[in-house]
Nanobody
Framework: QVQPVESGGGLVQAGGSLRLTCAAS????????MGWFRQAPGKEREFVAV????????VYADSAKGRFTISRDNAKNTVYLQMNSLKPEDTAVYYC???????????????WGQGTQVTVSS
């Protein structure tokens, strides 16, 4: 398996929380940055957050700052996106991605997951 696999999406009320999980194979995970993107209906896919291999470097979209936290567990080849204070405008398909840090920032990772739906009701 090369493609990352997301899980943890679902339906949540506004103000609630969800934690997304992305599991990647060793060769797509080791030494690579990991990121999250999202695509709402009728909109282009947009960057949400990225974390580098060693973990201390993260970048967030303005829409995610203060509410979302990206983290990784290298022993489990897994990256997480903790989403708090969710809003209806956070409704989207969320995609995990792996690749170089700079490439992820410009939306050009090496691998994409298939996505997990997050729906926030008002």
């Amino acid at each position: 398996q090369v493609q990352p696999v997301e899980s943890g999406g679902g339906l949540v009320q506004a103000g609630g929380s969800l934690r997304l999980t992305c599991a990647a194979s060793g060769r797509t995970f080791v030494n690579n940055a990991m990121g999250w993107f999202r695509q709402a209906p009728g909109k282009e896919r947009e960057f949400v957050a990225v974390i580098n291999w060693t973990g201390p470097n993260t970048v967030y979209a303005d829409s995610a700052k203060g509410r979302f936290t990206i983290s990784r567990d290298n022993a489990k080849n897994t990256v997480y996106l903790q989403m708090n204070s969710l809003k209806p405008e956070d409704t989207a398909v969320y995609y995990c991605a792996t690749g170089r840090f700079g490439a992820i920032l410009i939306g050009k990772p090496d691998y994409w997951g298939q996505g997990t739906q997050v729906t926030v009701s008002s």
